[in-house]
């Protein structure tokens, strides 16, 4: 049997093929009774019988003409297989009459007789190929119950002349048959070449509908874009060509300067949001996921939106949980900060609520993010997720944010393999919800606020620096030394190599993307981990940071779990992804004086940006 929608296909085609013919077969049948009455008129063999029998044929016509109304009126009454089989089980009733009433011309003392019911008995054999022929049931149940009494009856008469006329009726039944096996094959044919053009015709409009959509999203996104973009720049330029004016007293011009610096802030904030976008949309993002209380980063998230939320007059209420969850804490704090930082945004009485709700003990559960705001309306619900998009800020007031947020906040859930809902009743708050999945509190390695509080992690921590940029190379040790690790600075890959030869065995070793000599940080990442194979150190935590925005290479090593920074890349952020890969324990032997006491059941990295 066929795939499903190519048999429906043939199927609904064979019932219109079929029924189509009925009322010109309704009229062949009332000739062909009046024909074989008026062959027999003369001599009626069982006059009884006879009359009988060719009653029953005049009312399965009738019968066959009502199954056709019947079909024409209610189309959908039953499917279009069982149309087909009481079309057959019609044909079964309609061609059985005419196909036995031979057996009359045999008891008639004319000779004559057989033959011209024969010749009857053909025709509308012929009839019932070119119109049943198509379908196996209809085709069955007519051409044996026309032919097959006839050739019986011949040969049983014994003469000659008789059983070559049945030999040649028993031919005609076969080639009959062939013939209508081949026509079946190429109807289907016919058929399924149809409605593979159709789901074509239907898959290339569907296309043709996303690519324009795609090219309107593109455009809107553009002009949104430069606009923002825009803005500020032309604020800077007019603020600066102000610090000119000699006329200016010197309170002014601190006035114009410190308006550059907030237009540059802005500008900046600006190019932050799209580049985090565009590096989600990349693929080199990298998700670590580490088994952590989630109470620490509603506390850590919450703390900085109370005082907003407070100066509106709004609460900020948390719900206590104790849930251990197994996610990545960064990628989380992201995307509450843009759900919290739209709620107090959008919400001008009320409160915001965070909480977790648990789906299950093994799956894990819901983060939500409730207002009792604005709300958004149904038709907008889809749109806000685009990129630029935004309600009610049809001046692109850029006060009022860009339109980033959402769809960054969608990426970042989908990332770590959820669903961002959403629901909202304009006038009375919104409701973000996204899954989580449960942790075990076993595997938790440190709490997510220790490291940023003690610098215990840090602390006496061997750390590697490849750069071939002295000032960048100097920023980081001088960092690194800060925080109370100790660094050493090569400019590449040999200098690297020679530090391991002399002794020096990292816990960690960052790693710039592009060095001199076409050596990228790869490669030299690749060396030195071997370098340190042969010593003995099987793991080590390795770091790249790059300004590259999307090269396969950087794609195969988030696939591998090479976790890469994008520049510009802040203290606070080195350090916490440092943190949190000495957390992943067998990635590198622990903190000097930790050793021992951490848990080394953790999963390793898979993937972060
Ligand atoms: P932004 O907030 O910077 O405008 P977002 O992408 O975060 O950009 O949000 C897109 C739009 O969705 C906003 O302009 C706003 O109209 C709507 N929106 C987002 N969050 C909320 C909310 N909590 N309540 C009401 N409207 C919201």
Known sequence: MRADPIQRAIDEDLVRVLYAQDPIAFFTHWFSIAVLVAIYWNNIPHPHLFAACFIFYGFANCASLALWMCNRRWPEAVSPRTWINLHAARGALLYAAPGLAIWFAFQSPHTDLPILHTVMLVTLAAG???SNGFDVANFVTAIP??????IVLHFGTHTFDRTILAIVLAFFFCAINVYALSYRKLFQRVVQARVDQQALAESLAAQKLVAEEASLAKTRFFAAASHDLRQPLHAIGLLAASLNDSSATPVQHAKTASNIANNVEALNQLFNQVLDLARLESGVTQVIRLHFRLSELFDRVGSQYWPQAAAKGLALRI???DAVIHDDPVLLERILSNLLSNAVRYTEAGAIWMGYRRAGQREGGYIEVRDSGIGIPKAEQERIFEEFYQVANPRRDA????GLGLPTVKRLVEMLGGKLQLRSTPGRGSVFRFPVRAGDPLRIVAGLNDSTVSGAAALGRHVLCIDDEPAILEGIESLLGRWGCVVRGVPDEPHALQAIDEGFMPDAVLCDYQLANHRTGAQALGAVREALRGRGRERVVTLLITGDMAS???EALALQGI??????????RLRRTLEMLWQ?????ADAPGERAQRVTAQQPATTRG
């Open 584 to 588: 992943q324990p067998g990635a590198v």
């Open 319 to 321: 719900a206590p949980t």
């Open 145 to 150: 119950f026309l032919l097959l009494p006839a």
């Open 399 to 402: 006060r009022q944010g860009h």
């Open 552 to 554: 396969v290479e950087l």
């Open 128 to 130: 019932v190929f070119m």
């Open 563 to 572: 976790p890469v920074l994008h520049k510009p890349v802040t203290p606070a």
